[in-house]
C-alpha cells in the first residue's frame, strides 16, 4: 500500500498563489508517477497535472502556464505551485498515485485524503 499526505490548502484571492505538497509512504516501488486532481462542486474529479518518475509532466490546459508540478529528489514528495489562481480554481485537490498506461495516461491506485482550494474576488 501507498499512503499519500496533501497539506497547503486554503483560501487565497483571485490571482493570487498557493502550493499543495504530498508526501508518499509505504510501498513506494508500486508506483511510477504521482500527481494532482481536482473537483469541483457539481463536478466531475478532474486531472490536473501528473509528474513521472522520469520527471516528464502533464498539465490540463485550463492550467498550463499558472500551474507548477514538481517533487524532490527521493521521489516521495510532490508540490503543485499554483499562481495566478482565478474563481474557477475552487475545488478539493486530491493527490494520486499509480503507473502510467502504455497510452500514456495515469492510472491512480492511490488516492489522498484530499485539501481544500478556495479562490475569492
Known amino acids: 500500500q501507498v499512503q499519500l499526505v496533501e497539506s497547503g490548502g486554503g483560501l487565497v484571492q483571485a490571482g493570487g498563489s498557493l502550493r499543495l505538497s504530498c508526501a508518499a509512504s509505504?510501498?513506494?516501488?508500486?508506483?511510477?508517477?504521482m500527481g494532482w486532481y481536482r473537483q469541483a462542486p457539481g463536478k466531475q474529479r478532474e486531472l490536473v497535472a501528473h509528474?513521472?518518475?522520469?520527471?516528464?509532466?502533464n498539465y490540463a490546459g485550463s492550467v498550463k502556464g499558472r500551474f507548477t508540478i514538481s517533487r524532490d529528489n527521493a521521489k516521495t514528495t510532490v508540490y503543485l505551485q499554483m499562481n495566478s489562481l482565478k474563481l474557477e480554481d475552487t475545488a478539493v485537490y486530491y493527490c494520486?498515485?499509480?503507473?502510467?498506461?502504455?497510452?500514456?495516461?495515469?492510472?491512480?491506485?492511490?488516492w489522498g485524503l484530499g485539501t481544500q482550494v478556495t479562490v475569492s474576488s
Open positions: 494520486a498515485a499509480g503507473k502510467m498506461t502504455f497510452s500514456a495516461t495515469m492510472e491512480v491506485n492511490y
Open positions: 509505504g510501498s513506494i516501488f508500486r508506483i511510477n508517477v
Open positions: 509528474i513521472t518518475n522520469n520527471d516528464s509532466t
